[in-house]
């Protein structure tokens, strides 16, 4: 990967192929994604994957975990190779680096805190599934290590739109910037 010349990374975070396809309308969140991703990269804005995965039979999941305990039974005989594939539609390319988490936050069980230090980033632009989740939980963390926050509203969603609303337009702004991919590429 070239010299990286921005403090800013854009974070792509558990948008995987299975994740989206439980999406009601993930053609939306997909092509407003690409539109972030396109953007980024034609400015030098590195972007870092986020993807949530486990070993096989997701031993890291313990059943104290309310969240993913549920799922682990449903885990067992996925093969996580392909689980944590990004969706073909906002793959990474070559030489963009994907960091996998174990956990919600996407610095939970991960090396993104030492990819962004040694990038030097300073600013991240979220976008993810889901915004209850994910962006919430990095929002939350990022925050509290001093980061710049922007959040891509239309490159996030919910199974729960009232949630959506309220985290992007209630929540959110207390520590991030939250625009549309349009108002942050203009």
């Known amino acids: 990967m070239e010299q990286v010349k921005s403090n800013t990374a854009l974070l792509v975070m558990d948008v995987q192929a299975g994740i989206v396809g439980m999406l ?4 939306s969140l997909l092509a407003s994604t690409a539109k972030a991703i396109a953007h980024a990269r034609a400015k030098k804005i590195p972007v870092i994957y986020v993807v949530v995965g486990f070993r096989q039979g997701a ?8 969240g993913f305990s549920a799922f682990k039974e449903r885990l067992a005989g996925v093969n996580m190779d392909d689980f944590m594939k990004v969706h ?4 990474p390319a070559a030489g963009e680096v994907t960091v996998i988490k174990r956990r919600v936050c996407a610095f939970s069980g991960s090396d993104l805190q030492v990819v962004l230090s040694a990038f030097g980033i300073s600013h991240l632009v979220l976008t993810g599934i889901a915004t209850s989740g994910v962006v919430l939980s990095t929002i939350r963390e990022a925050a509290d290590k001093d980061y710049r926050l922007t959040v891509l509203s239309d490159c996030c969603t919910d199974r729960d739109e009232e949630v959506h609303r309220v985290l992007t337009t209630k929540v959110f702004p207390h520590q ?7 108002e942050w590429i203009a």
């Open 24 to 27: 009601p309308d993930g053609q």
């Open 59 to 66: 031993p890291e999941i313990s059943m104290n975990n309310k």
């Open 88 to 91: 073909p539609d906002v793959a």
């Open 176 to 182: 991030a910037d939250v625009l549309t991919v349009a």
